[in-house]
């Protein structure tokens, strides 16, 4: 299948993608698209038929549910269930909505068990990327979306890697530039005065703190999770990865009576390590250590890394803090190989 690229860079180029991106999903078509987290391949909420397309194109196991993103509000109620929990779901929707917040909700039987694996409960959210929400709007129905990646490795954030990840598998990738957030969207189940994180992401622990009760964090490594992105091993670059600080890894290595595998690579968060010569290739987070443009360009820097040919990338810490948080829970998912 030959992978087309539209763009949307003026008016013109803009209408003329969602006008084909509307007709591939009207036809039960998969088709990948911009959001502000990453890019999302995106089918019909709808239809079991146009969703296997998109665990084809992924080879994602069927266990793995997806989220629905909706046109607009007023679609939440006709997808998920909330009325026990109404007055928490309109305050988090009104600070959060559209954009990067995905609410777990008992859910209604128009979603198709394909979307929620047969679970009873499911993760919508609305995108606030202008191309994404236009498309979503002119096709006028949810929209089934995971990132754009083959299971189990990185994130795209352009329209370029999404094409080396699904290139021949999907007709269509509409080209909105590069994301803003650049890793994927909180996710918290809501419950009556508690929220719990599923995955960290751009929306942080202290941007919802104000709003419930309790918040409580499961987004670490479970040994049965309940979101797959809470799978040990997840956003997996193929280069060997291992998070420490340049220093500690050769020291470490020292100790060992070793030396760093011959072709190093380094994933920083401010700097370059002072002594940069033992390394084959550096990348940068943020030079002004902003946790925001480090998370807008980790998946891509890991991405460069990654196709560099290196035998070890080593990723340094970033601190914990705010978007620090769904960093640091990305960086260990793809140093674990298990
Ligand atoms: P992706 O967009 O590829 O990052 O995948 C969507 C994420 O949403 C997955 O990690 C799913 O586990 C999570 N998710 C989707 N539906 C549910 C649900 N009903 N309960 C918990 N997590 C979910
Ligand atoms: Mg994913």
């Excluded at 909420?45 to 084809?56: C, G, L, S, Y």
């Excluded at 909180?186 to 709003?211: H, S």
Aim: aromatic content about 4%; some cysteine; overall charge negative.
């Amino acid at each position: 299948m030959e992978t087309r690229v539209a763009a949307t860079s003026t008016p013109a180029e803009l209408a003329l993608a969602v006008d084909r991106a509307v007709e591939l999903l009207r036809a039960g078509e998969v088709v990948a698209l911009p959001t502000e987290t990453v890019y999302g391949l995106a089918a019909d909420a709808t239809r079991p038929e146009a969703v296997v397309k998109i665990f084809e194109a992924k080879e994602r196991p069927l266990f793995d549910p997806l989220i629905v993103h909706l046109p607009d509000q007023s679609w939440l109620g006709r997808i998920a269930r909330h009325d026990d929990v109404m007055v928490l779901v309109e305050e988090l929707t009104a600070a959060f909505w559209p954009g990067p917040l995905t609410l777990v909700l008992p859910r209604w039987s128009l979603v198709p068990d394909i979307v929620t694996s047969g679970l009873e409960t499911v993760a919508v959210r609305m995108s606030a990327h202008p191309v994404f929400r236009e498309v979503c709007r002119a096709f006028g129905k949810p929209l089934a979306a995971p990132s754009a990646n083959r299971f189990g490795r990185i994130s795209p954030t352009c329209a370029a890697d999404v094409v080396k990840e699904l290139g021949g598998r999907i007709p269509l990738v509409v080209d909105g530039g590069p994301t803003e957030h650049g890793v994927e969207s909180t996710i918290v189940r809501v419950e009556p005065l508690l929220l719990t994180i599923l995955r960290a992401g751009p929306v942080t622990r202290e941007d919802l703190e104000t709003f419930a009760l309790s918040v409580s964090d499961s987004s670490s490594p479970l040994s049965s999770p309940q979101a797959p992105g809470q799978l040990k091993s997840h956003y997996a670059p193929r280069t060997p990865l291992i998070l420490a600080t340049p220093r500690t890894a050769a020291a470490l290595a020292l100790a060992a009576g070793k030396t760093l595998a011959p072709s190093t690579g380094v994933l920083a968060f401010r700097a370059a390590p002072k002594d940069a010569s033992p390394f084959a290739a550096i990348e940068i987070l943020s030079p002004t250590g902003d946790l925001r443009e480090a998370a807008a360009t980790l998946f891509a820097k890991l991405r460069r890394l990654d196709e560099a040919g290196l035998d070890l990338i080593i990723a340094e810490p970033v601190p914990e803090t705010g978007l620090g948080v769904a960093i640091m829970d990305r960086l260990r998912k793809a140093a674990a190989r298990e």
